[in-house]
């Protein structure tokens, strides 16, 4: 079972494109820590306050995937570092 997730946040406190990466670079360094998922910057690379996030988290029970990222959403809507102003998910049976 895999689980794509895309989420496009926008970044307020952000002034320039360093900021933005700078606030980009915490939140992913956090997620990954948190919850060992691959995340990165997929969209948006040039917009110095929106972003697109790709997540995505493998497993062999769906349940346990479906609970990883919705826990990886909720957490980065939490620390009001983004806001996410949008999100999708995919699953595929492999």
Do not use: C, Y
Request: hydrophobic share 45%.
């Amino acid at each position: 079972m895999v689980r794509v997730s895309t989420v496009t946040l926008v970044v307020h406190e952000s002034r320039s494109l360093k900021d933005k990466r700078q606030a980009l670079k915490s939140v992913i360094g956090k997620v990954k820590n948190r919850f060992n998922v691959s995340i990165a910057e997929v969209a948006d690379n040039d917009s110095w306050q929106r972003a697109t996030l790709g997540i995505a988290a493998v497993g062999n029970d769906r349940a346990f995937v479906n609970s990883v990222l919705d826990k990886t959403l909720s957490f980065i809507e939490g620390p009001h570092l983004a806001e996410v102003t949008d999100s999708t998910i995919e699953m595929m049976n492999l």
